[in-house]
């Protein structure tokens, strides 16, 4: 069993994720309609620098089987007909302040993703 197919076997959440799309043309934050994800998710709260050098606290480390971006938002549960299109409108909804992608030794093709969320909107 490769590292991405171990992944997928832990990732049994169920995550709302909401893609960052730009600003508008007010300046504010727009996104892609929610998505279904699975995840572990891991609440543990821990300093994390972003690749501006700016620190944040963390609230959780997620592991997840497919690439994000910094400004995406997540949360647990499942995508239904009440869920807002607008994160910032959902109360369980996390920023991610930092994402990594570690390639696994060897390979050019697996990797181990983690993002890293914090302050709830």
């Known amino acids: 069993m490769g590292i991405q197919s171990f992944i997928e076997t832990v990732c049994v959440q169920d995550a709302i994720l909401w893609s960052y799309a730009g ?41 997840i089987p497919v690439d994000i971006k910094r400004l995406d938002y997540i949360a647990l549960g499942t995508v239904d007909s009440s869920t807002p299109d607008d994160p910032q409108e959902y109360d369980e909804a996390y ?25 709830q909107r």
């Open 23 to 63: 600003n508008d043309e007010y300046g504010q934050p727009s996104f892609d309609a929610p998505t279904q994800v699975k995840v572990r998710w891991e609440h543990d709260q821990r300093t994390v620098i972003d690749e501006f050098g700016k620190q944040y606290e963390s609230v959780a480390e997620i592991l």
């Open 95 to 119: 920023q991610v302040i930092r994402f990594t992608k570690i390639p696994m030794i060897k390979s050019q093709t697996e990797f181990v993703r983690k993002a890293y969320v914090g302050w």
